[in-house]
């Protein structure tokens, strides 16, 4: 195995690669990707079922180790080759085990974001009946799996959705991904803010912020810890190859460890929102009834219509919630987008246009898969599952893991501690160092083993998440 890369190969500028302006556009974008559906309504069902206030304790503790280790991780690897995941991976070594690492990083975000951009249909869809005054017609009981199984309708609304995505990575990485980064995340900021106002000022939210804030340890539990683990690592857009794409877009005076910082700074703030948002409405509405609390993905499409329904004005919150849901839906789907475009430009070695066209070809096929997949499609099942689900399967329980575990080996095996700290100490302090090389050496593999593990058990119905 190739031991290293050259130090000339590391300090290789990114030629005809796009770049970000600076650290703001960067970090701006990276907390985009992280931002996404699964932080919208996946964390306040999670800490709802977990414990609320005990269950963000340890989201909070693993964010600032596990979760800040494996971004500066692969940030590092990024900006070290100035490649995209295969580019980095292969600059170690051509041999099976190289290709394979760079390779699954690479695939995780081809086949995340056709189905990504379905469920951005859907939301896109919820906005336009809520600008239309519909807000009473989506809290139907019916209203959802109706409009899921009704195939045109679905498909409409995900081309939709994919097209606008398609045109901000045509515009390229500065003038696309950034400029819609720079423009979508503070209002998205602004409208979380907004909408936890009205939430926790509704009679009877006070007890759900209590729920949410105030750790007790009688509801602690080994799957909280699990549960936490899981949210954290497919909240920050780990193993999804973006962040070594992401990287390779960056200079060489970016402070990778400000910029992380800064990053989960951001992620957990929107978390916070999420469950302030969530949790504190639902306690109003349903008198903290955890049925109601834990009614997972459904949670945003189904519950969150019923009680924008009961509330006075529910149609202003209505729409702020769905437009904010729209940009984090947007954001991330661009970043996923994005970095499969990368790794063909790299791979390929075509222009951008036509690599772009690839991606709508890919995304068409698969997302359509996934969009009538509920609909005329519903009688082909893989597993037991339709196709989004599977895919959601296969990629966030099976992949993602197995990418991350490729690159704490790299590191370990063949990178070296040394050589990364070279590259952060290069424009960044490295306060966290020696936690850095101690999670990486002794933990991290053993935290992604158990997310793997667990993960594939509550789909066999060994557990429940």
Not at 61 to 76: A, K, N, P, Q, R
């Amino acid at each position: 195995m190739n031991k290293g890369i050259s130090a000339k190969h590391e300090r290789k500028a990114s030629g005809g690669r796009g770049r970000f302006s600076g650290r703001l556009g960067y970090v701006l974008s990276v907390a985009g990707s992280a931002v996404g559906l699964g932080n919208i309504w996946r964390f306040p069902y999670l800490a709802a079922k977990y414990g609320g206030g005990i269950f963000l304790l340890v989201y909070l503790v693993l964010m600032v180790t596990f979760g800040y280790v494996l971004i500066v991780s692969e940030t590092t690897l990024g900006r070290m080759t100035g490649k995209s995941p295969v580019g980095a991976f292969r600059a170690f070594g051509k041999s099976l085990p190289f290709r394979f690492g760079g390779w699954i990083n690479a695939l995780v975000p081809m086949l995340i974001v056709p189905y990504y951009c379905v469920i951005g249909g859907w939301v896109l869809k919820y906005l336009a009946e809520y600008l239309r005054g519909n807000g009473n017609i989506l809290a139907g009981d019916n209203y959802f799996p109706d409009f899921i199984s009704s195939s045109v309708r679905v498909e409409f609304w995900f081309l939709l959705f994919s097209a606008f995505v398609f045109f901000v990575i045509l515009a390229g990485v500065k003038q696309g991904v950034e400029r819609v980064s720079k423009l979508m995340m503070p209002v998205l900021v602004v409208l979380a803010i907004f909408i936890t106002i009205y939430s926790i000022t509704r009679p009877g939210a006070w007890e759900g912020v209590k729920y949410f804030i105030v750790p007790d340890f009688e509801n602690f539990s080994w799957m909280t810890v699990v549960a936490a683990m899981g949210q954290m690592f497919y909240s920050l857009s780990i193993a999804m190859g973006v962040l070594y794409t992401y990287g390779s877009y960056i200079g060489r005076d970016v402070d990778i460890e400000k910029s992380t910082t800064q990053v989960e700074i951001f992620d957990t703030a929107i978390a916070l929102l999420a469950g302030m948002m969530i949790i504190p409405a639902v306690f109003a509405f349903s008198g903290g009834n955890m049925e109601t609390l834990q009614a997972g993905p459904s949670l945003a499409f189904i519950t969150l219509p019923k009680i924008f329904a009961s509330m006075g004005a529910g149609w202003i919150a209505g729409t702020a919630f769905f437009l904010m849901f729209l940009f984090a839906a947007l954001t991330s789907a661009i970043s996923l987008m994005e970095t499969s475009v990368s790794s063909l430009e790299d791979e390929l070695k075509w222009s951008r246009p036509k690599c772009c066209v690839l991606m709508a070809i890919l995304m068409a096929v698969a997302g359509s898969a996934s969009a009538l997949g509920y609909g005329v499609w519903d009688f082909i099942k893989i597993f037991g599952m339709a196709f989004l689900d599977f895919f959601d399967f296969l990629t966030n329980s099976v992949m993602m893991p197995l990418a991350a575990l490729a690159t704490c080996i790299l590191i370990i095996r063949v990178v070296g501690f040394e050589r990364i700290s070279k590259e952060i100490e290069s424009s960044s302090a490295f306060r966290r160092k020696k936690l850095y090389v101690f999670f990486v050496k002794y933990l991290a593999v053993i935290c992604i083993g158990i997310i793997l593990i667990s993960s594939i058990a509550n789909v066999l119905g060994i557990i429940s998440l």
